[in-house]
């Protein structure tokens, strides 16, 4: 059952273009959602989150934004650099309690020089 | 460097025998988190403390595997009896009071049963 959906399992975009990484959920409970990069034999890397009071977050060259009512998220990576190659994961979890983090499968990211 | 660290990176072990990994999270952090991930996967929570208590516990951690904080700081994952099926990458994460929402991870410990 997988509450958090990452639907495309790898994305490819030359450099200096943006890159859109898509994440859908089920779960309407869900109030907090989380990007995380990762590199290969690397533990993830938390990049930018957004609280589901907001459908807005930038941070730099990231910007998350979230669509409630769709149940839909999205990162967006403008300008794309060929360091941002790696598998980004979309996890989302609920405010309060102890926060366990449900976690997508994963959108590998080819950056292009 | 003041990172969550786990040891060791790499494990290679023979089915059946017993495999322990260890979480040093952030010093100021009181929640530590496992989890475990296998190829082509996200990260599956598996349990959680908050200082020395474990509060929660996935259906995914059978009764083979055992997880402690004896004093609220670092942390240990047990594999009693390992099968072919536990091989996977362990990490760990925590977070603060402050930021709970948010979890850091360590480099994760790869696990292979062979």
């Known amino acids: 059952d997988q509450q958090v959906k990452q639907n495309s399992p790898s994305l490819s975009v030359q450099e200096g273009r943006i890159s859109i990484l898509n994440c859908d959920y089920t779960?309407?409970?869900?109030?907090?959602f989380l990007w995380y990069k990762k590199y290969p034999a690397e533990g993830p890397t938390f990049l930018i989150s957004i609280s589901s009071i907001k459908d807005k977050n930038e941070d730099g060259r990231f910007t998350v934004f979230l669509n409630k009512s769709a149940k839909h998220l999205s990162l967006h990576i403008v300008p794309s650099q060929p360091g941002d190659s790696a598998v980004y994961f979309c996890a989302a979890s609920l405010s309060g309690g102890y926060q366990k983090v449900t976690f997508g499968i994963g959108t590998k990211l080819q950056v292009i020089p | 460097d003041t990172g969550v660290s786990q040891d060791p990176r790499h494990k290679i072990t023979k089915r059946g025998q017993n495999v322990t990994f260890r979480c040093d999270p952030i010093?100021?952090?009181?929640?530590l988190y496992w989890y475990r991930q296998t190829l082509g996967q996200g990260p599956e929570f598996l349990t959680y403390?908050?200082?020395?208590?474990?509060?929660?516990k996935s259906r995914l951690l059978s009764d083979r595997f055992s997880a402690e904080r004896p004093k609220g700081s670092f942390s240990t994952l047990e594999i009693q009896r390992t099968e072919q099926g536990d091989s996977a990458m362990y990490l760990c994460?925590?977070?603060?009071?402050?930021?709970?929402?948010?979890?850091?991870f360590g480099p994760g410990t790869r696990l292979l049963v062979l």
């Open positions: 994460a925590s977070s603060s009071i402050k930021a709970q929402e948010t979890q850091y």
């Open positions: 010093s100021e952090h009181n929640r």
């Open positions: 403390f908050q200082n020395e208590a474990q509060l929660e």
């Open positions: 779960n309407s409970m869900f109030d907090y």
